[in-house]
């Protein structure tokens, strides 16, 4: 039997739950809608998108207003996210569990993490890498914190709860058949539409 990690409990118990609280608001849903608008604005949009840990739904609440015909999946490691990302997501398409034990049998044309890579611990990555890399048919999509080697943070008090590092970089080296089409970064200060110091990179397959 798999061995559950410090940080998918961490995200699974008290803490995720509180998260949602930090993280609804119509202000951060403007800021998505004018990210992703940003990140896909040059690309045809994408018939189909799964989001690995997608708490409760804002980043598919605004694709869902960019692209109203898009479908939409989500994982989600907290019962209580999974509740109000229910409302957001069309049945059948809502992966409850941890991104290691759910099994999805399809693929979609954007797969995408947005501040989920950073919490999970290091010797783990390449596992989430290749199920990234499986499930997507075209497009690979992270928009995390990033740092060119790997360093630990502190994450609220706690420790060994944040990592940045270039994921985007580890997932090129492992996946050659994918390539680096655009990448950009997001400021907290932005005046109109701010979001944390992210740095987000579009990778396609076959480019």
């Not at 609440?61 to 692209?67: N, P, Q, T």
Request: with cysteine; hydrophobic share 40%.
């Amino acid at each position: 039997m798999r061995e559950v990690s410090e940080q998918e409990n961490f995200w699974r118990q008290d803490f995720g739950a509180d998260y949602i609280s930090r993280n609804k608001s119509d202000g951060l849903l403007a800021s998505n809608i004018v990210l992703f608008s940003k990140i896909l604005e040059k690309r045809p949009q994408p018939a189909s998108v799964l989001e690995l840990g997608a708490n409760i739904g804002m980043n598919v609440r605004a694709l869902k207003l960019l692209f109203p015909g898009q479908q939409h999946a989500a994982i989600e490691i907290n019962p209580q996210a999974c509740e109000e990302l229910a409302k957001v997501v069309q049945d059948g398409n809502l992966f409850p569990g941890s991104i290691f034990d759910v099994d999805i049998d399809r693929t979609f044309e954007l797969v995408f993490t947005k501040g989920v890579l950073i919490h999970i611990s290091p010797d783990l990555l390449p596992a989430v890498y290749e199920k990234m890399a499986n499930w997507s048919s075209k497009y690979v999509l992270m928009i995390e914190y990033f740092n060119p080697s790997p360093v630990t943070v502190k994450y609220r008090g706690h420790e060994d709860r944040l990592f940045k590092r270039d994921f985007a970089g580890e997932f090129l080296d492992s996946y050659p058949e994918f390539s680096l089409v655009d990448y950009g970064f997001c400021y907290r200060r932005d005046p109109s539409h701010p979001q944390d110091d992210v740095s987000w990179f579009l990778m396609e397959r076959g480019a």
